[in-house]
Each structure stands twice: as C-alpha cells, then as structure tokens.
C-alpha cells in the first residue's frame, strides 16, 4: 500500500542523505561520546571536506551534536544493532507478540503458525498515530521497565524518518486490502485500517466499522458504504471498500 505522510522537518536541513546515513550508522554503532565537541568536530570535518559537500556550505560541529542530541533524547541505556537485525527482530515479536484485537490470544488448533522472519510488517508511527508499512528494522533495545522497541524505517522513507517504537503496542503484520468478494465478511464493530483522505495528508489510520449500507454490486465491484469511526480522534466518515483494509486471517 502507498502510504503519503507529511512530516515536520527538523530546523537545520543541511546534511546530505550520506552524511544522515553514515549519522545514523553511527548511533547505533559508535562505541564513542557522540556528544563530545572533539567528536563532533572530527565528524563536521570529515563532511565538510567529502566530495559530496562540493559547493555547498560547511558543516559546523554543533550541527552534528544538536543532531545526535535530538536522537538521544529519552534514549535507553541498552541499544543493540546488527547486520541480522532482522532476524533479531522476528525472535522479539515472537516474545512480544502485538495484542490481538479480540478473540483468544491461542492459534486454532491445527492452524501451521507463519515463519515470523518471512512476513511483512507495518508499524504506528508516534509522531502521527497513523500505520505505515516496515521497510526494514535496523536495531531494537530494551527500556528500563523491561519492553522492547525496535527502530524502523517506512517504505518509501529516508533515514530522517526513521523511528523507535514499541514492538508490542506498534509493530504488527501488514494489514490487507479488502476485495469486493470480502464485503460479506466486513460487520458492524468490526476492526479495520482505513485510509483517511485529507487535503494535506492521505495516511492510514484504525478503525472501526459503526454501520453499514449494502447495496447491490454491479461490474464496478462493491457499492456497499461503510460508516468507520477512527480510534485516534472518534471521527466519523463514510467510505466504500477499497479505502478499507484488514487484518490478516481475516
């Protein structure tokens, strides 16, 4: 699913996408002070003398630590990273499986269990509320109360959207686009993803179905609509089906 969201950009927008990499590398990385003004001058240097920054202004070592500052705000004590970050991640979901919306938390008797490392994910992002779908985990750490959080990034997002977040309330499998033969299947309170049409933001956000008005489908596919009413803020809004999706196993 495309998924568009409008992001509030830090104040300084100087480094190139290299320099935020090699930044981010360093984070979860770096065995040094990354606060340190000697650090921090080495890195500015190290930028400011690359070929990449060719005609553009120089990087000042306070740019550098306000960056790394704003990402250590609130930051555990424990972070670890790894090329198999992936697979790390997938043993943490196993752990800490996201809470079902209803029913029983045991797999139907019979039912193969999915390889976790081989699904696809999306995560709720905590600078909007709303769902976006998991390129890749590049590393998790555990909080002081004992909780999980892995830190990802969007498709179709840079490194600079890159998130920390909780791997028992924020990461799931990824939900499904509805077909017109699923509409039978859709019920009054029923939990979906819907995406929310706005004229400054297109995201996808839970929620859940207050009433329905079946009608007849034609060669267009369903007709149906579909009155939801969104988790974040208890707005309402009728859609038809294909803003709509579900959860897998539906």
């Given at each position: ?15 190139t996408k290299a320099e ?163 509409c039978h299947k859709l ?53 038809r089906l294909r803003r ?7």
């Amino acid at each position: 699913m495309d998924r568009l969201r409008p992001r509030q950009r830090s104040v300084f927008t100087g480094f190139t996408k290299a320099e935020l990499e090699k930044m981010e590398k360093l984070l979860v990385e770096s065995k040094d002070d990354l606060l340190s003004k000697e650090f921090c001058q080495k890195i500015a240097k190290s930028f400011s003398c690359s070929a990449g920054r060719a005609g553009k202004p120089v990087v000042k070592w306070t740019e550098v630590q306000s960056w790394f500052q704003s990402r250590q705000q609130d930051r555990p004590t424990k972070v670890t990273s790894s090329t198999n970050e992936s697979k790390k991640v997938s043993d943490l979901l196993d752990a800490c499986p996201p809470i079902k919306e209803h029913g029983s938390s045991q797999e139907p008797r019979g039912e193969k269990v999915p390889d976790v490392s081989e699904m696809e994910f999306e995560a709720r992002s905590s600078k909007d509320g709303a769902w976006y779908d998991v390129d890749m985990f590049l590393a998790h750490r555990f909080l002081d109360c004992g909780e999980a959080e892995v830190r990802v990034r969007f498709v179709g997002f840079g490194a600079d959207e890159d998130e920390w977040v909780n791997v028992k309330n924020a990461v799931r499998e990824r939900s499904v686009p509805l077909e017109p033969s699923d509409c039978h299947k859709l019920k009054v309170g029923g939990h979906v993803l819907c995406f929310q049409e706005r004229r400054d933001q297109a995201i996808h956000y839970d929620a859940h179905i207050a009433e329905i008005h079946r009608r007849m489908h034609d060669i267009r596919g369903c007709r149906c609509l579909f009155l939801v009413r969104y988790n974040h803020d208890n707005t309402e809004e009728r859609v038809r089906l294909r803003r709509l999706c579900c959860r897998p196993k539906f």
